[in-house]
């Protein structure tokens, strides 16, 4: 039993670590989300000259073969930093999906380009209805010759607004929320008959609505199989859940440490905010809450390494406490820093923000919660 | 123990809604809901229509204008305004420096200032926190020098609502530095206009204009615009800590806005069901509504206890950190039902365009919410005082 | 509108204050709750005597004609004095439900009896099996001629080992959970065919399982209508809740006000424990928490005061306020009072017991809140 | 990173769970959960068969009859021998007074008192509490004067677990009152049968007799009794505290007592249905559940990271806050899930008499688990120490 990095890991992490040092102050960061890509392309080049880019592959296709364990090494930085290049869309999930398919065609022709950094991607899962329920798609595709007739709208597509590549979540029989009959379907973001309307969110990143109208995919181009695009999509969401909640546990970290430091700083009633009691029990709240969520992320990177048949039901737990505890380090870190935490030249308002992106994406704690219910108590 | 309106209660709340159905317009109420200029336009016109009717001022002497409300009335008048979604009065010029005036000024500054504020030909803002002095308010260091007949004023306020619009700020300076923090404190009058006055916005995390940064450098401020004695300034803002606590627990509009997000959870649906029949989400909704519901009459047994119209005391801390308290707990629903819509920003696009009805509001108010529990004196201030006051601790 | 207490209700509430100051120390209490009726019956004479035991009866049988707001100013007083004597149990459940019901014969025959304080009554609602459901009852009542005959067994039955009289729910027609076809049955407690178990709950009461074989009762026995109980239980139960909520509100009271004069005596590191501002402000949510709960009972009060129409959702939020609110100020009151908190011999324990009881009887705030989220959010 | 078991690590596993089974017998159950006497014998009776083993004492050293189990071994019995239900050894002995003696006693103690530990013919208790030092253990009163070859003892000790049953209890006494208070006060190890000790019960809220107040009325202490040197007592106490900490997070006891409750509430019906399909009890299952689940983890790193058997230092704070939260959150439910019968007092009666299993032994679960976030140094005092600590506050 352990629980440390090995050394290529840290290696890993600390090159992560210095490069947010070096290049990602807060201003950087601001102007880089300010790019009307939603992050600046010479640190998309950097990821691929330091070889980040090509973390999760298998070494058959010039990857680095990389596990949970070295994907949480370098979320856990990026957290800290507040890296805005997409990392997770176009590496962890449209990356992933292609990786997890055994399509080999689809894979010789994209993620070499997605290591070497000349691919943007996204993945298209969220309808207007569907909420949380990755198995709730509307988008039609019906088969037309050797083609498929894609129509329906995705929404809040990360990283739809840069991607050269989209993945879409479509049914392809079945009923609205069957998570039988889906199908994924791998398609140019300016092919005839995709409109795209993007927008930001409150953590800098850039999204995108995708709408379909008559989008012809020829059926070469579907990943996984037809009909059976949902076990591809739960096995990523998988993998992507725990490399967000990594990212998490790196924010909170932050928001811990200048949380602490700012309250030896500030000053009322003629002493340093440290010294009231009432607020060190609160910041003992907040280490707590920390430490318990890197625990239990800790467990969740193990069962994942072991492949352990509990893993759903630890994701779901990780995900839950990301979320809480996340909210009560975010809620205190701008408390406690009063009137600043309130304004946005300080980067405490835009760490929160990112927390709260990460604790909506994929279900919220609630909804997270009573998947573990499900998974844990149903008789 | 008897809540039921009388004859002549009841007549009045009919009363209210009907001048709230001619008055509260649709039309209105999107131009209120506008930024800047169209929103302040809007603003002051609702404040005319309640001038013309005589209820602008509650809580005034009837002699300046005022209306004297029994607290049932009172509680009538606001628990419609806000179900009909009617916004509250700028509080800066009728809540917060009115009461110091015809409490502590001159017949000269009654005569001069209540009359435009009731027409709402002045807007006022509030000149109190300082970068050093926030819940610490005595800590202030903005200083007035005596010069012939004027003060001569420096220094910085900061997280100045609306300072933007503001024709006047009513704030609190240091004319002495020897003796008790609290004494040496005066409190003036300051016409925006006056030279040496800098407005810095200050962009925060509700990426929305309401808090700024006002800088005082050699202002010039006529002694005639100081209320009551030097050095007592303390004493006379004191008076309205209170009342701003009490306000901003805002209890009637926490009603409303728990109606709005029951509607809206009925009609969101979450694999095939309504959100509202989610149990987890019921027990949110009903952890909120009873402590609200226990709230409202936390906040008419304070008020009853001080119909005399001497305004409540350290009471209103619990209603300052229960309301605001409750306040976030429906904001964080209301993000928490629009989902990944909770982190849309329009920029150029429109609720239309990107297809989600209240995303974008949802997050405003819970990014601005974030300030009810700092400003006003933080909710842990009001806990140290509720220790110290209330329980004797 | 006015939350004050009319003259009447002051002499009331004083002289309930004024017995329990003079009469009913500590000590006092430990050794009436001691006696094996489970209370002191000189007590309850002395209640009789000063009016008490008459409180909510109409002036038709001798009664006070109380309301709501009289219940509401005696119980806070005996809350505070922890008082064991069944007011509860023989004058609101045993005796309301005589007076709700419309059978004058029964009324006249035992109402007056309980103002005399010379007859002692309990209701048997509890079954193993039914949990917090009025509405689960499965001990049967078979006609037979002019009488009918009892068979099951219920439990936990609030002065059951003292009561002469009880009246008991059974089942005379429909399903076990139905709430038609209850009817409510008066019978002597040592009728043949009766047998009692009494033991104690931790707040000093003693209760008794009621085993009921072949008990024969005449049909003019039934209080209110056959098949049609549910309605009286309802009636009387919303009452008693009140009642019960207005007792915790006393305990409350008395808890915080204790728990804040130990702090100030108590020292630790040199000096008294309640200068350490995050017990400061542990002990301002606890007064919140109190102050909250005297609104919401104040706010039930006015509503059956006034028979408003959201009564019954006025009542659900009462209960869940005055369980969970009871629970921190309890727990905080033992834990802030540390190892003495834990002693038998300090009474801070045993009002926490009381409340713990209060909490549980007619459905704990859990129960209590589904049942408001009922009441209001069912479309 | 990595939880994986090695092969010799499951066939320690198999190992441990055959032990149990064989020896972990109902009957020896049945008469452990009795009082006094029966208790006193079944609890020897166990650890005998443990020491028998050679598993009763991990973390002592090998030559002292110890054993060296990795923390991952350690974990695999202590997971397993809680989710057969079996009860952890009483510390005071084992865990407490052990690890002083054979880190600071001299050659001739180590002789004298381990090998009556490990055979379980000393019962101990602990001597740290007094009426005026709960928490601040410092401010302890209770005096060692010497006089000759003896300390005369006088003073009193509270909340005794367990002395009504012990032969021996080690004490800290103060034997110099100049100086800052951590200083002069020694380690004294005192025979229970000695004259002039009183033991008076404390009869507690769970009504149920394991606190104790241990009065010294001019007890002869011999020298030989004193762990290490004189004054330096505070030290050698210190090292012990973080142990007790962490071991009051009883981590896989709870494990075992949400298993336990897990079907208890699959078999209470209300309403027709069974408890464990209700949202908010599964709500308040899970928010427990998932807590554990990290803290198992957070134990695991805080062992894994002190392999090197110093034992955990103030990260074990943590572990007792989040522990003994836990467990009271369990013994919360236990008593909600006995509705009715959480109040019942079994008296002359029985759980068959009544008819109801458990509620008895939830409510003396739950009044006692009071406790656990006061003793050991209460969770106030574990945020000071993190505050101070672990955040540098």
Redesign the interface.
């Known amino acids: 039993m352990n629980f440390n990095l090995s050394e290529e890991q840290n290696m890993l992490k600390d090159s992560v670590a210095r490069f947010v040092q070096d290049e990602y102050d807060f201003e950087t960061r601001r102007s880089n989300a300010a790019n009307p890509l939603g992050f600046n392309p010479d640190n998309w080049q950097t990821f691929a000259e330091l070889g980040w880019l090509s973390i999760p592959f298998e070494e058959a296709y010039g990857g680095f073969g990389g596990g949970p364990t070295d994907v949480m090494a370098v979320m856990e930085e990026m957290g800290k930093g507040l890296v805005v290049e997409p990392f997770v869309a176009t590496v962890l999930m449209f990356g992933g999906l292609l990786s997890k398919s055994d399509n080999a065609a689809l894979k010789d022709a994209h993620i070499e380009k997605i290591i070497d950094g000349s691919l943007q991607g996204a993945f298209a899962y969220v309808e207007r209805q569907s909420r949380f329920e990755l198995a709730d798609v509307k988008t039609q595709a019906k088969r037309d010759g050797d083609d498929f007739v894609l129509n329906g709208e995705k929404t809040v597509v990360f990283n739809g607004a840069a991607a050269n590549k989209v993945i879409v979540s479509a049914r392809t029989s079945g009923k609205q929320c069957d998570e039988a009959g889906i199908t994924l379907f791998l398609i140019d973001a300016d092919a005839p008959g995709v409109q795209r309307t993007s927008y930001r969110l409150m953590d800098g990143q850039l999204v995108a609505n995708i709408k379909l109208t008559d989008v012809r995919v020829a059926a070469n181009q579907v990943v996984g199989e037809v009909d059976d695009g949902y076990k591809l999509i739960d096995a990523v969401v998988s993998d992507v859940t725990i490399a967000l909640c990594a990212e998490a546990m790196g924010i909170m970290q932050k928001l811990n440490t200048t949380t602490i430091e700012y309250t030896k700083t500030r000053q009322q009633f003629g002493v340093a905010i440290s010294s009231f009691q009432a607020l060190q029990h609160r910041m003992v709240d907040m280490f707590m809450a920390g430490e318990q969520a890197k625990s239990i992320l800790y467990r969740a990177v193990c069962a994942a390494e072991s492949g352990a048949d509990d893993l759903a039901k630890n994701i779901a737990a990780l995900k839950v406490m990301i979320g809480r505890n996340g909210k009560l380090i975010g809620d205190e870190a701008i408390q406690l820093h009063g009137g600043m935490g309130l304004t946005d030249e300080l980067d405490v308002g835009h760490y929160v923000k990112r927390l709260m992106m990460i604790n909506t994406t994929f279900g919220d704690a609630d909804y997270q919660q009573q998947k573990f219910n499900r998974l844990a108590y149903a008789e | 123990?008897?809540?039921?309106?009388s004859a002549e209660e009841s007549a009045f709340r009919d009363q209210v809604r009907e001048f709230l159905a001619e008055n509260w317009t649709e039309d209105l109420a999107r131009r209120i809901r506008g930024e800047d200029e169209e929103f302040k336009a809007a603003q002051i016109e609702w404040q005319n229509k309640l001038n013309d009717k005589g209820w602008l001022a509650p809580g005034w002497p009837v002699e300046h204008g005022g209306v004297a409300w029994s607290?049932?009335e009172n509680?009538i008048f606001e628990t419609e305004r806000s179900l009909a979604g009617a916004p509250d009065v700028v509080p800066f010029g009728l809540k917060m420096v009115a009461p110091v005036i015809y409490g502590f000024g001159n017949d000269e500054q009654k005569k001069r200032f209540l009359p435009r504020i009731l027409k709402s030909q002045d807007w006022w803002c509030q000149g109190y926190?300082e970068p050093?002095a926030?819940?610490?308010l005595a800590?202030l260091k903005t200083k007035a020098e005596l010069d012939g007949d004027d003060y001569i004023v420096n220094g910085a306020k900061?997280?100045t609502t609306y300072a933007q619009y503001a024709d006047w700020i009513f704030c609190l300076v240091r004319t002495d530095s020897s003796g008790k923090r609290q004494d040496g404190i005066s409190f003036l009058l300051i016409d925006m206009k006056s030279p040496g006055i800098t407005v810095n916005k200050?962009?925060?995390?509700d990426?929305h204009h309401s808090?700024n940064e006002v800088v005082f450098d050699n202002v010039r401020v006529p002694v005639a615009n100081r209320i009551g004695e030097q050095d007592k300034g303390w004493t006379y803002a004191k008076a309205l800590l209170a009342h701003e606590r009490t306000s901003i627990a805002a209890v009637a509009d926490s009603k409303r806005r728990l109606r709005d997000l029951?509607k809206l959870l009925?009609e969101?649906?979450?694999?095939?069901r309504?959100l509202?029949?989610d149990?987890?989400?019921?027990?949110?909704?009903?952890?909120t509504?009873?402590?609200l519901?226990?709230?409202?009459?936390?906040e008419?047994?304070v008020l009853?206890s001080t119909a005399d119209g001497k305004g409540p005391g350290v009471e209103s801390s619990?209603l300052k950190?229960?309301g605001t308290e409750i306040q976030q707990a429906i904001q964080?629903m209301y993000?928490?039902l629009a989902?990944?819509?909770?982190?849309?920003?329009?920029?150029d696009?429109t609720a239309e365009?990107?297809?989600?009805a209240f995303g974008h509001d949802a997050?405003k108010a819970y990014?601005y919410g974030?300030?009810a529990?700092?400003?006003g004196g933080?909710?842990?201030v009001q806990?140290?005082i509720?220790?110290k006051y209330?329980?004797?601790?």
């Open positions: 123990m008897d809540i039921t309106f607290v049932t509680f926190s050093g926030g819940s610490d800590a900061v997280w200050i962009s925060s995390i990426d808090l029951r009925s969101e649906i979450s694999g095939g309504p509202l029949d149990v987890q989400f019921q027990n949110r909704l009903s952890n509504e009873i402590e519901m226990a709230l409202e009459y936390t008419l047994r009853a619990l950190i229960k964080q993000m928490d989902g990944y819509y909770s982190g849309v920003l329009h920029g696009e365009s990107i297809g989600h997050r990014m974030r300030a529990t700092i400003y933080s909710n842990e806990k140290n509720t220790a209330v329980l004797g601790l």
